[in-house]
């Protein structure tokens, strides 16, 4: 296939040594918004920085991911919008804190044997994940509001099925502590 365009678009960016922030804004068409924040140097050797989205084109990440190793063994997603944040928090010595609260909508993806496919997927991710030494306590939760997905064998439709855990993980070890899955209609 041919090459994909070049990428073309605005960014805005604000850098203050003084306050130790950085904002970067990409709008790349008019009522999508990828913004990055971040701010260090708390005294403490900390840092947090957020990624905040309002109806990001899902495709452009598809885009990227054609840089990956196993480009194409992975489904990517040609159609779709995002919204939401992913926030990180750290200390110099490493990531200790993730929050994420993502909505997907209209997604669709594929990989390139038609073996993996979603068609108008729609729904939220909510996640957060806390450092503790060397291991992590997590919790999420996926509500799937619609949609299909076909991943061989399996053909699944969305209609409010809900699904929620918790847990803990390790080097070597996740661990499911609490799971609740709400499928509707059954």
Known sequence: PPPS????????????????????????????NWRFSARWGDGRGGWESALTIANGQLSRLAQIAEFLPDAGKVPAPSKGKISGTVKLRGSAEAVTAIETNLALAGLVFSDASGLHAGENVSGEIIAKAMRLGKS???????????????????????NGHRFSASGDVDESTIRLLTGKLALAGI
């Open 5 to 32: 365009p070049p990428l073309s678009f605005p960014v805005a960016f604000n850098y203050s040594s003084h306050d130790q922030t950085l904002e970067l804004s990409i709008k790349p068409v008019s009522g999508e």
């Open 136 to 158: 992590w306590q997590w919790q999420g939760e996926l509500n799937w509001r619609s949609g299909e997905i076909f991943w061989q064998p399996l053909y699944l439709t969305g």
